[in-house]
């Protein structure tokens, strides 16, 4: 009988364990996932090919590529990408995640620039939160971005180290997207979503 509630009880914990990490949306950037984009001013192009989503921007420019996946926000999860700058990491360049996007004026932006990580919220266009922290490996072009959620806290990862980690951050779309800032040209792959 010991043998039996013990291997029922292992089979709950797994269970469980499983569910808080299966994955619920993922794009190799393969196929067509319905990506579209939004261009934030003119000068900025998005595109997949050879299995990868490049976003080119210009000079003072921003540019989102966004998709709408089955991401329950009010949930925990997790969120990474693979980025591969070409030029690595720069001054007044800034390449990231979005989460919250509604519209050119709404969004959520978790983005790395040369040693630093980033958070700004805007709402309705104006900035109406921003914070942000030193990150390390500053002279990689390659990186792993994640966001991971729980509760209303909300951590962000780079390259397995924990940057900002902020409370009270809602997330309430299911519209996720992908963010350039500046003179850059940035590769995004192996988007997966956990929840």
């Known amino acids: 009988m010991k043998k039996i509630v013990c291997c029922i009880l292992l089979i709950i914990t797994a269970s469980s364990v499983a569910l808080a990490q299966n994955i619920i949306w993922q794009d190799d950037f ?13 000068q900025g192009s998005a595109f997949v090919k050879d299995g990868v989503l490049t ?4 000079e003072n420019n ?4 966004k998709c709408r996946t089955n991401l329950n926000g009010s949930r925990s999860f997790s969120i990474q ?3 591969l700058s070409k030029s690595g990491l720069k001054e007044d360049v800034f390449f990231g995640l979005v989460v919250n996007y509604l519209d050119r004026k709404n ?15 805007c709402k309705n266009g104006l900035v109406v939160r921003e914070d942000y922290d030193l ?3 500053t002279k990689a072009k390659s990186f792993t971005l994640e966001l991971r959620k729980n509760g209303n806290r909300v951590v962000f990862v780079v390259n397995g180290e924990e940057t900002l980690d902020l ?9 996720i997207g992908l963010y350039v800032k500046g003179k850059a040209e940035v590769a995004f792959d192996n988007m997966i979503i956990k929840q």
Not at 107 to 121: C, D, L, Q, S
């Open 30 to 42: 393969n196929g067509n996932q319905n990506w579209s984009e939004f261009e934030y001013k003119k």
């Open 55 to 58: 976003i080119k921007c210009e």
């Open 62 to 65: 921003s540019f989102i590529s």
């Open 81 to 83: 990408v693979d980025a």
């Open 107 to 121: 969004y959520t932006v978790f983005a790395i620039e040369k040693g630093f990580a980033y958070f700004v919220e």
């Open 135 to 137: 990150i390390k490996n």
């Open 167 to 175: 409370d009270q951050v809602d997330v309430f779309t299911s519209t």
